[in-house]
């Protein structure tokens, strides 16, 4: 397992991220879709993944309706790890209740959603709390305020956000900077061969910023697991049947799958493995966050660290997954392209 720093901060944290969204002793709705590991069986995952080297784990209080924290924490205590010795983040900002004002970034929701965290899990302090979504009512200041407070306070060492756009994590960097306030240190995205969306905005600004990027849903939900394709949809019983998310354009979908099928063949390990390696050779990626409803599925995901795909094969899955150009991308290339780092050459 190898481990890369968390944005600027100088915490380093595996670069496989063990994600909890599947525990749950019990679920309805989509959570119910997603998984229902047990107890016993998040024991056995968290250990398993300890072992291997992992030591983040991510969860969020709406996993559940907060059952994914409640049983992250007693693993940890049923496994006797110091605490020390892994990284927790936990997100805030989902319906947690019936009432206005139990959901969102407000100041109230953040207060109320940390201290329920911090209950549920049975911990004195959070590594990394994120906000889960982009709160469209809520003022970025009231947000990066709130958030400052808890570090000031110690109950947060670092502070994120998830699945917002990179002109809303400028304007928050613009305000810290100006304020002293904590810094967004993180995102959490959605990243897969099959959807590079966020290369065309969001990448540029986390190299600049050196922002750290988390990813969630490598596989696209599944999709790109190998048991899914154009003739098939994939085993009875999972998740994309139930849930279909993140959308996908699935003839691409379809395509990076061939190539990555012919790789994984010829290296004789599986699809899945390919499509996480691939999204840990990016460079801006810090971490990929893998959630797994068994040990086995677990244990294919997290060997996807050992492969190191050759020039070839990423020029290859590159080609295949390339975005289609967009504005105004394909101008800023052709009017910039010549200027590029180095001696000006006449």
């Known amino acids: 397992m190898k481990y890369r720093r968390l944005g600027r901060t100088g915490l380093y944290v595996s670069e496989i991220c063990l994600g909890a969204m599947t525990f749950a002793e019990s679920a309805t709705g989509i959570w119910g879709a997603i998984g229902a590991v047990r107890q016993d069986g998040v024991d ?18 709406v996993y559940s309706a907060g059952q994914s924290e409640r049983m992250v924490g007693q693993a940890l205590r049923n496994l006797g790890v110091k605490r020390s010795d892994v990284v927790i983040a936990t997100k805030v900002y989902g319906d947690m209740g019936k009432g206005p ?48 407070d808890l570090v000031s306070q110690g109950l947060v060492r670092y502070i994120g956000c998830s699945n917002w756009a990179a002109w809303k994590m400028m304007k ?12 967004f240190e993180t995102v959490q995205a959605y990243y897969s061969i099959a959807g590079r969306d966020l290369e065309r905005d969001i990448v540029p600004m986390l190299e600049d910023q050196q922002m750290g ?74 971490t ?4 797994a409803k068994t040990v086995e599925q677990l244990d294919d995901n997290l060997a996807a660290a050992d492969i190191v795909l050759t020039p070839e094969e990423l020029a290859r899955l590159d080609a295949v997954s390339k975005l289609p150009p967009e504005y105004p991308g394909w101008m800023l290339d052709r009017q910039g ?3 590029v780092p180095g001696p000006f050459k006449g």
């Open 44 to 61: 056995a995952m968290v250990g398993r993944a300890l072992a291997a080297g992992v030591n983040f784990i991510d969860t969020a209080d």
């Open 101 to 148: 004002n139990d959901r969102g970034a407000s100041r109230g929701h953040i207060m109320d959603g940390v201290k329920a965290s911090l209950d549920r899990m049975g911990l004195d302090y959070i590594d990394l709390f994120q906000i889960h979504a982009n709160d469209p009512i809520t003022p970025v200041e009231e947000t990066l305020r709130a958030l400052d």
């Open 172 to 183: 928050a960097h613009g305000i810290s900077d100006r304020t002293g306030y904590a810094r």
């Open 213 to 286: 990027l988390m990813v969630w849903s490598p596989l696209a939900g599944g999709l790109l697991s190998g048991k899914f394709g154009p003739e098939s949809e994939g085993p009875e019983g999972s998740r994309r049947a139930t849930f279909d998310f993140p959308p996908v354009q699935r003839d691409r979908a379809w395509a990076c799958v061939e190539a990555m099928r012919a790789i994984g063949e010829a290296r004789g390990v599986s699809v899945a493995r390919i499509a996480l390696a691939y999204v840990l050779s990016r460079p801006f990626v810090t």
């Open 288 to 291: 990929v966050i893998i959630g």
């Open 337 to 339: 392209g010549a200027r």
